[in-house]
């Protein structure tokens, strides 16, 4: 990381070509030391301008911004040099990825409604089999062979170039990081090369923001028209409805295509899998050439993943076969179809990060194949999140589980009964068996209580978390400890 840099050495230009040296970044102005370069960004509450007057007055040189944003600070920028562009966003990620200095070689990129996560660190894992120094970057951190904290999926540009940069200082050579669509419409990874992009699927989340289908599409596209460049390989999962379309738009731009899936033009294609009680054979091709392996993964749609993820390997440049190799290995993600307890009756209880519509319909399709009795579902929505999305999480659960327990997820600043009403007028617009158990904690208890010999819970929402966020505050709770209390609870009854 550079001590300081100047202007023109980050690549701005200012309206009287005037040049100045900078002591950092910040696009807080509660953040602004002497002699940084404030970046005053259009956001999604108000434009960072209304700051660039404390910006100032705390030793800001340099103003970065749109010309929205110039005609908001009028002559309260004072000393300071104006920087314009037209997209202040994405030339603030461009500097931050002069001002950290390189990032590892090889970074690859994933986003989708759901998906990244696993994608992400399937990848990480194939490399690390085949004895590369890889990280995977996103909801659960920066993971691998080299660990580090994460508040974002997607972080913003300064905390993703000074973790890129530090993480190649460790050695690491190998990154694969999620692209949010925050992140992709904030332009927070417009700074990195990446010789690879996924696609995993498109359906219902994040309306609150994108307030559109349309928008949240739209957002998702900009990894494959702005940031892989024509010489990057898109890796598509053609068995999504939108597939199609991303083919199609990464085509347009010249990169070379990896589909994947059922779908007959894929050319990493699924060919069939057998379910078993801890996993599932798979049959693919790879250019015509049939393959066989196994996956110790629950669910169907974690074969989907690991293609992608494969393909992401194989389009940074691992040879195929090396790849495949290593698929035996693979682990589940934290909180993803998570075997977190099993009963003396047999039964297992599940822990899965499931928080959209499709992905609690998924996940409890999914685990039916690996089951021999019923399958009992606890859902919950999140506070201060997609409103839409609740009665619909409610109906995709009562639609494939042969019981519901609605609960609490993460109400934030919600009222909790408000958000399980929601939920549960979806579960009862659907019709079926449906229970409502505020207190998570007891939630569990009663789930695990209803299991016999061969059925399964599936503990969907929180996945890895380790809080329940009530207000402002996070109470410690994870999912897969108070499975294992909750199954030791009852057993000691037993
Ligand atoms: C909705 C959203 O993504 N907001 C992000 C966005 O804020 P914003 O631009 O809308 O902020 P704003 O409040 O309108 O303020 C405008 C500008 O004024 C600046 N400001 C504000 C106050 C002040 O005193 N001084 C000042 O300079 C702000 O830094 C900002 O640049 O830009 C900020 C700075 O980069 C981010 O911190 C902030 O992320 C917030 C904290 C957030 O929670 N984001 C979540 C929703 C998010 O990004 N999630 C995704 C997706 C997760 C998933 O897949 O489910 C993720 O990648 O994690
Ligand atoms: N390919 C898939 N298709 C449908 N649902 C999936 C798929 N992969 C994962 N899921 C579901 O989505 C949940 C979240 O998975 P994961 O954490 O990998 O997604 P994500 O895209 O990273 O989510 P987030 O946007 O919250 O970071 C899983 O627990 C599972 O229920
Ligand atoms: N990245 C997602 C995670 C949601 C997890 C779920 N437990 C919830 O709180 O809704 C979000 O912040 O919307
Ligand atoms: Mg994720």
Redesign the pocket.
Known sequence: MADTMTLAELGLMTPAGRDLRLTGLS????AVEPGHLFAA?P??????AA?IEAAVLRGAKAVLTDAEGARIAGDRIGDAVLVMSDDPRQTFARVCALWFGPHPETVVAVTGTNGKTSVASFARQIWMALGHKAVNLGTVGVEGAWSYPLR???P?PITLHRVLAQARREGVTHVAMEA?S??LD?RRLDGVWLAAAGFTNFTQD?LD?HKTFEAYFEAKMRLFRSVLTEDGVAVVNLDDPKGAAVATIATARGQEIIGTGQSGGARLRLLAQRFDATGQDIRFSWQGEVQQARLDLIGGFQASNVLVAAGLCIGAGEDPEAVFRTMPELRTVRGRMQLAARRGNGASVFVDFAHTPDAVETALRALRPHVMGRIVAIVGAGGDRDRTKRPLMGAAAVRNADQVIVTDDNPRTEDPASIRAAVLDGVREAGGEVCEVGDRAEAILRGVDALGPGDALLVCGKGHETGQIVGNDIYPFDDVEQASVSVAVLESRA
């Open positions: 696009v807080d102005s509660r960004l956001g999604s509450v108000i434009h960072g700051f974002h999926t997607t913003d949010s925050h992140g904030q994040h923001y």
